[in-house]
């Protein structure tokens, strides 16, 4: 018997929403609303191109050269992304998830990260997605430190948000009132800069436009539920999404390095618990204690 390249397809349906789960990476591969879809999505015997609806563990963005060092130990990973000399997003993107539960509106995945030369520390993943008739996706994400040893830890993931037309005269909305600059390299060249007065303002609702965006927001607006927010804005429709306070970072891309029919038809958010190169610098890198877990939520819904 054939199957998907992207393994078994775990389809979800609440109301007016639907949404599709990738066996391999546990990824979102594409949520649907009305029949109009709020994610840039891919076929299911397509590899996720740019990362679309990705999970980023143990590490979101990249680490410079692939070596960091922890606890007086330096380490080396993989150089995943050689043109640019560093390790990318992870090392669970491409790995088969087992299902742990499943209903018509959720599904649970879960995987057993052992440890590596560069990485050699054990960690147990569980992630639930959710659909709800009302309030859309809800993905829930729990990493507990299954090993003997303290270790290192960041996550982050890596939808677009998309209104189904390009994104020149769409409106974006985004909660970071500092972002991080980078090099050439896309790693961080110095301490965040305030937004007032920047091109990465947009506290206020603001035209695209021509702009490029790929940097990381932080010091995020927060409702009183702790949620910060984002809103794209088309012509017909608009989409939010929110991240929880377990992810302080806030990755936002104009998709203008995707292929050519997803071209700018969307807007990567990112929420990372860490800045790019956190294994690197150890800005708000996570130290989990054996036994230890670490929970993050996140969630997407019709605007």
Do not use: K
């Not at 606890?71 to 560093?86: A, H, I, M, N």
């Not at 021509?210 to 804005?233: H, M, N, P, S």
């Amino acid at each position: 018997m054939s199957e998907n390249t992207t393994g078994e397809q775990y389809r979800l349906t609440a109301g007016d929403y639907a949404a599709t789960v990738t066996e391999t990476g546990a990824g979102l591969r594409e949520l649907i609303h009305r029949g109009e879809p709020l994610l840039l999505s891919y076929g299911p015997d397509d590899p996720a191109p740019a990362a679309f609806g990705q999970l980023l563990i143990p590490w979101p963005n990249r680490v410079d050269r692939g070596r960091y060092t922890f606890d007086g130990t330096d380490y080396r990973l993989d150089v995943s992304e050689p043109e640019l000399d560093c390790a990318i997003h992870g090392l669970v993107r491409w790995t088969t998830w087992r299902p742990v539960q499943r209903d018509p509106h959720a599904v649970t995945l879960a995987y057993s990260l052992h440890g590596s030369t560069g990485y050699p520390f054990r960690l147990d993943i569980e992630v639930t997605y959710t659909l709800d008739a009302g309030t859309g996706l809800t993905v829930r994400l729990t990493t507990r430190n299954a090993g003997t040893r303290l270790a290192p830890y960041a996550h982050g993931t890596h939808p677009y948000l998309t209104v189904g037309e390009p994104i020149e005269d769409c409106v974006l909305t985004l909660p970071g009132r500092r972002y991080q600059p980078v090099d050439a390299r896309m790693l961080p060249s110095g301490p965040t800069i305030a937004v007032p007065g920047t091109e990465y303002d947009f506290t206020a609702p603001r035209r695209i436009g021509a702009q490029a965006i790929d940097v990381a927001f932080t010091d995020l607006d927060r409702d009183a539920g702790g949620r910060a927010w984002v809103r794209l804005e088309g012509s017909r429709r608009a989409v939010l999404f929110w991240l929880d306070e377990a992810q302080p970072w806030l990755e936002v891309y104009t998709a203008d390095q995707v292929p050519a029919a997803s071209h700018r038809r969307g807007i990567g958010v990112e929420p990372m618990t860490g800045p790019p190169n956190a294994l690197g610098s150890g800005t708000d890198l996570i130290r989990l204690d054996p036994g230890e877990s670490y929970t993050g939520g996140w969630g997407v819904l019709h605007g």
